[in-house]
């Protein structure tokens, strides 16, 4: 009796975490490639790869490059750009949805992709649901039924929630990565933090959108998180700068006030202390990667 009490805990909160993670599918699209053949693919959102045939060689931009195998499966938590190779004459599926807004928390706590070895052979009822994906973005010609997206968007969802078991029973998961349905509460602060990087929080307001006192909440986000509620706001901000420097047109300064910095001199210095590089040499750098690997898969 105590051994089954002592158990409950973790597994309780794995199911609530793959009940918050409800993907809304936007589309799935099989390809077939010619050895030596590449694609690209773009998405604003969560999506997934699964290999039917042959190999492929996946380039994503802020992850290493992998070979995948017949059976491989590969989920991106969050908006993503990633090209494909094919290694020799292959088939694989590729699927988009939009990120539910109460799985972006916990997404967020995901590595930029999962690969889940040998999906295939690990759970082989999900390959015929996966097979049978046919959804907006189809084979051309693909005769599309009403329900469709409803009943593929379901399909999804088990697909990824079966993918991210494997990959948490495989011992792949960041630690920590199901604080945020365990902590409902400070769950709710980093959502908030998450969405507004750039109002100008303070400890005692994100104590409130937490419903704790300030000295219980900056001792619990402490104990959870490993470290405080101010570093991980200076860590998103960061992480978010990145992404404006990298993929939009907005002067340093612009990208300074906008994240909640009152001077574009005070951001740069806490950029390089979490980086060490300056904004404007992280933006070169990061581009010229980012041209390279595109020029290499085309």
Same mark, same amino acid.
Request: net charge neutral; glycine share 8%.
């Given at each position: 009796?105590?051994?089954?009490?002592?158990?409950?805990?973790?597994?309780?909160?794995?199911?609530?975490?793959?009940?918050?993670?409800?993907?809304?599918?936007?589309?799935?699209?099989?390809?077939?490639?010619?050895? *030596?053949?590449?694609?690209? &693919?773009?998405?604003?959102?969560?999506?997934? !790869?699964?290999?039917?045939?042959?190999?492929? &060689?996946?380039?994503?931009?802020?992850?290493?490059?992998?070979?995948?195998?017949?059976?491989?499966? !590969?989920?991106?938590?969050?908006?993503?750009?990633?090209?494909?190779?094919?290694?020799?004459?292959?088939?694989?599926?590729?699927?988009?949805?939009?990120?539910?807004?109460?799985?972006?928390?916990?997404?967020?706590?995901?590595?930029?992709?999962?690969?889940?070895?040998?999906?295939? $052979?690990?759970?082989?009822?999900?390959?015929?649901?996966?097979?049978?994906?046919?959804?907006?973005?189809?084979?051309?010609?693909?005769?599309?039924?009403? $329900?469709?997206?409803?009943?593929?968007?379901?399909?999804?969802?088990?697909?990824?929630?079966?993918?991210?078991?494997?990959?948490?029973?495989?011992?792949?998961?960041?630690?920590?990565?199901?604080?945020?349905?365990?902590?409902?509460?400070?769950?709710?602060?980093?959502?908030?933090?998450?969405?507004?990087?750039?109002?100008?929080?303070?400890?005692?307001?994100?104590?409130?959108?937490?419903?704790?006192?300030?000295? !219980?909440?900056?001792?619990?986000?402490?104990?959870?998180?490993?470290?405080?509620?101010?570093?991980?706001?200076? &860590?998103?901000?960061?992480?978010?700068?990145?992404?404006?420097?990298?993929?939009?047109?907005?002067?340093?300064?612009?990208?300074?006030?906008?994240? *909640?910095?009152?001077?574009?001199?005070?951001?740069?210095?806490?950029?390089?202390?979490?980086? $060490?590089?300056?904004?404007?040499?992280?933006?070169?750098?990061?581009?010229?990667?980012?041209? &390279?690997?595109?020029?290499?898969?085309?």
């Amino acid at each position: 009796m105590t051994t089954t009490m002592l158990q409950a805990p973790p597994s309780d909160a794995f199911d609530r975490a793959l009940a918050s993670l409800e993907w809304t599918l936007i589309g799935s699209h099989r390809h077939r490639l010619a050895a *030596g053949e590449p694609i690209v &693919r773009r998405h604003a959102g969560p999506g997934f !790869v699964f290999v039917f045939r042959g190999g492929v &060689r996946l380039s994503t931009l802020g992850a290493p490059v992998v070979d995948l195998a017949v059976g491989d499966l !590969v989920f991106f938590p969050r908006e993503h750009v990633s090209s494909v190779l094919a290694s020799v004459e292959a088939e694989f599926i590729d699927v988009g949805f939009e990120e539910a807004p109460q799985a972006q928390t916990a997404a967020e706590a995901l590595p930029a992709s999962l690969i889940v070895r040998d999906f295939a $052979g690990q759970e082989p009822s999900m390959v015929a649901l996966i097979d049978g994906m046919a959804c907006a973005w189809s084979l051309e010609g693909a005769r599309t039924r009403p $329900g469709d997206a409803v009943i593929c968007s379901r399909i999804a969802t088990t697909i990824v929630s079966t993918a991210l078991r494997a990959w948490n029973e495989a011992g792949c998961a960041p630690a920590g990565w199901l604080r945020d349905v365990t902590e409902p509460q400070l769950a709710a602060a980093l959502e908030a933090l998450h969405q507004k990087p750039g109002d100008p929080w303070t400890l005692d307001e994100l104590a409130r959108v937490a419903r704790m006192s300030r000295s !219980v909440f900056a001792a619990r986000f402490q104990e959870s998180v490993g470290e405080t509620p101010i570093g991980y706001l200076t &860590r998103v901000r960061i992480e978010t700068a990145k992404g404006l420097l990298l993929r939009s047109e907005l002067t340093i300064g612009a990208v300074a006030s906008g994240l *909640g910095y009152e001077s574009q001199a005070g951001f740069s210095r806490a950029f390089q202390r979490h980086t $060490g590089s300056t904004p404007g040499r992280w933006r070169a750098e990061a581009r010229s990667r980012s041209e &390279r690997g595109m020029r290499a898969s085309s």
